[in-house]
């Protein structure tokens, strides 16, 4: 049966009901009167260690949505409410039998499981109270491993070494699951493809009450992998192309580890719309035994020409904006990519005030753009299959509120992934940065651009990132660590000379970032996802007093930031818009599935919409020694997520609870008028915040 109840049992339910011997059957017959009941509350007692979340995710019945829910439900649109959750005594029944089933697999022998159901006549509901005495839980005395003598000394020490299993551990049957699936995942990157176990047994003894756990291991033979045949829909595809991206060579032992990375490295390098690698059926007679491998390979255009519209996040804000690329993913062979593309945006829409663009053109303070033009070249396949190199030249110009930036770029990156989850990259940046039209009312000149407009800077910067999220547009499990070193000003110092005459900044830069999701069971109805940001640049010569870069510097407040400012408009300084070298960011946010299972309304999913609950810290600092609590601004707001196939589009209000540069006695919420003090600011974007 389904987890939510319908309204569809029968009195003959009832009555079957009735005549099971069962607690609930007996107090059913005993108690409930004709009709139908809700589930009011659904009660643990619990006399052991386990908490009571756990053994409520075991339970099919489940307690009525909220009145109001309901009420929905019934009245107004099924599907935009929650329908009530009625008693049904054999799925309760059921519930028994799997929590004392629940409590046997985890040691629990002797455990025992009692119910009371009190029935209220007149409003028609029931609370369900049960009462479970966990006793003496049995442990693992007595663990035997079989047939693991013949492996090969490497293969026993990575299955003895990592068990998860051990004696005189408590009884827990899913964990012994676990252990038969990793031992048998060693065995298939270890050339034992065709190992298996002959069921583990588990035996419990009155005397003691603990368990003797046997896994019987069948290894069988041991393979390498054989010959490689390619198939494609071209012809003329370079087969060293493909096979330098493989992480295995014929007569190497089988791993299927090894397999999967080296699909993953044919999809990454881009000549190919999909490639697989398949494993053929095992030839036992040769020695040794071997498996044949077959990649099938579709290509992509070679070359072409592809118009853009661009949706992005940039800066923390909405923009809107157009492009065109070209790309040559086979430039003079070696599967090298050499890609231009030509890009405008309109950045922070949602504040741009359109009649005064219409009237002032660019000198509209409101009209925020940017314009690039890029040239990239990109060698897949840098000394291996794991390293990679790309050169990139471009010029930006950049229009904000305050100042306008032109920049020339010239860099030379490196990305390495070192693990399934791990990358790093190592780029080196030539840039030349000119900045005009500086309001000098509205930014402090010697701290934004320094002794003059221009600077040429030399960076070198080092990331880490670490990804093991579930979802790429909208993850609800798992976690994104990244950590970046930057230094600027030694290459220039080291060579003794300004080269272009041009002032350049001597300072390094850290910072990291963590965003972290859980969810409940690993189902998106509600999904935590919590972000801390913090990053610190400081000059390190004296002598030398050229501020950080604009380009270089960190920015806070906007969409992707402290909600309850626009895009860089917070700081604890005069302007925010000039940037800082200090941030420090958190985010705590709640996902909710509001109509989950709801079907369509006309062309909405309403599976998809989802409502969001937020909170927002941090600020912007030109320096460590200027944090202080007091300064620390707090946003708080709610929002709306609707998901489609190119990420979530997003809607969120966000409001000031702590503005530390608001009046002394305006900074807090509760001190203004919330309708006319609230200083709401509404986010529009594509993607989740965070």
Do not use: C
Request: hydrophobic share 35%; glycine share 8%; no cysteine.
């Amino acid at each position: 049966m389904n987890n939510r109840l319908r309204l569809v049992y029968s009195a003959a339910a009832i009555i079957l009901a009735i005549l099971m011997s069962s607690p609930a059957a007996d107090a059913f017959q005993n108690k409930s009167p004709s009709g139908l009941y809700e589930v009011n509350s659904i009660a643990f007692k619990i006399d052991g260690a386990t908490p009571k979340d756990v053994y409520r995710e075991v339970l099919q019945t489940a307690e009525t949505p909220a009145r109001f829910w309901t009420y929905v439900y019934n009245t107004i649109y099924k599907k935009l409410g929650s329908m009530p959750e009625y008693f049904d005594p054999i799925l309760f029944d059921g519930d028994v039998i799997r929590l004392r089933q629940y409590l046997k697999d985890h040691g629990y022998s002797h455990a025992v499981v009692d119910t009371t159901l009190s029935f209220d006549n007149e409003s028609k509901r029931v609370d369900l109270t049960i009462s479970i005495r966990e006793n003496r839980r049995s442990v693992i005395d007595t663990l035997k491993i079989l047939g693991v003598d013949s492996l090969a000394p490497e293969v026993q020490k990575e299955i003895f070494d990592g068990m998860l299993v051990k004696q005189g551990d408590p009884y827990v049957k899913d964990v012994l699951e676990q252990e038969q699936l990793r031992a048998l995942r060693i065995f298939l990157n270890n050339g034992y493809t065709t190992a298996g176990i002959d069921g583990v047994t588990a035996t419990t003894y009155y005397s003691t009450d603990n368990w003797t756990v046997t896994f019987p291991y069948r290894p069988g033979k041991r393979y390498v992998f054989g010959d490689v045949e390619m198939s494609s829909n071209q012809d003329d595809v370079d087969s060293t192309i493909v096979f330098r991206q493989l992480d295995f060579v014929p007569g190497e032992i089988y791993n299927e580890n090894k397999k999967v990375e080296s699909e993953q490295n044919l999809n990454r390098i881009g000549i190919f719309e999909s490639a697989k690698i398949e494993s053929q059926n095992p030839v036992d007679t040769a020695a040794p035994p071997f498996i044949p491998i077959r990649i099938l390979l579709r290509s992509r255009d070679l070359q072409e020409v592809t118009p853009e519209l661009l949706v992005d996040d940039e800066n923390n804000a909405f923009n809107t904006g157009l492009g065109v690329g070209y790309n040559n993913r086979n430039f003079f062979g070696q599967a090298r990519n050499l890609s231009a593309r030509m890009r405008f945006r309109l950045q922070s829409v949602q504040d741009l005030n359109f009649s005064g663009a219409f009237k002032e053109g660019v000198n509209e303070p409101t009209l925020l753009t940017k314009s690039d033009l890029q040239m990239q070249m990109v060698q897949p396949y840098f000394f291996s299959n794991k390293l990679s190199a790309s050169w990139t030249i471009s010029a930006e110009y950049e229009k904000q509120k305050f100042y306008n930036l032109n920049t020339l770029r010239n860099r030379i990156g490196l990305t390495n992934k070192f693990a399934t989850y791990t990358v790093g990259f190592a780029d080196w940046n030539l840039e030349r940065v000119g900045i005009s039209n500086i309001d000098t009312t509205k930014v402090t000149r010697n701290d934004f651009s320094g002794t003059r407009e221009k600077q040429f800077n030399s960076i070198l910067t080092l990331t880490v990132q670490r990804d093991k999220t579930n979802d790429v547009f909208s993850p609800s499990l798992g976690f994104f660590h990244s950590v970046s070193v930057e230094e600027a000003g030694l290459i220039p110092k080291l060579l003794g000379s300004r080269g272009s005459g041009l002032p350049y900044a001597e300072y390094y830069k850290v910072s990291f970032l963590v965003r972290q999701y859980f969810s409940d069971g690993g189902t998106k109805s509600v999904v935590w996802a919590l972000r801390l940001h913090a990053g610190a640049a400081q000059l390190y010569n004296p002598q030398n007093k050229e501020p950080v870069p604009p380009t270089r510097k960190f920015f806070a407040g906007g969409s992707g930031s402290i909600r309850g400012w626009k895009s860089r408009d917070l700081a604890a300084f005069g302007n925010p818009d000039q940037g800082g070298n200090v941030i420090l960011e958190g985010n705590i946010e709640t996902r909710i599935s509001l109509f989950p299972r709801s079907g369509k309304l006309w062309i909405m999913n309403l599976d998809n919409l989802m409502g969001v609950m937020f909170i927002d810290y941090g600020n912007l600092w030109n320096g460590l020694a200027e944090i202080k609590g007091s300064s620390i601004a707090i946003a708080a707001g709610f929002g709306l997520r609707y998901e489609t196939f190119v990420g979530p589009l997003r809607f969120d209000l966000g409001l000031r609870v702590y503005d530390p540069k608001g009046a002394p006695d305006r900074q807090w919420l509760f001190n203004r008028k919330l309708l006319t003090e609230s200083f709401s600011v509404i986010h529009i974007g594509i993607g989740q915040a965070f």
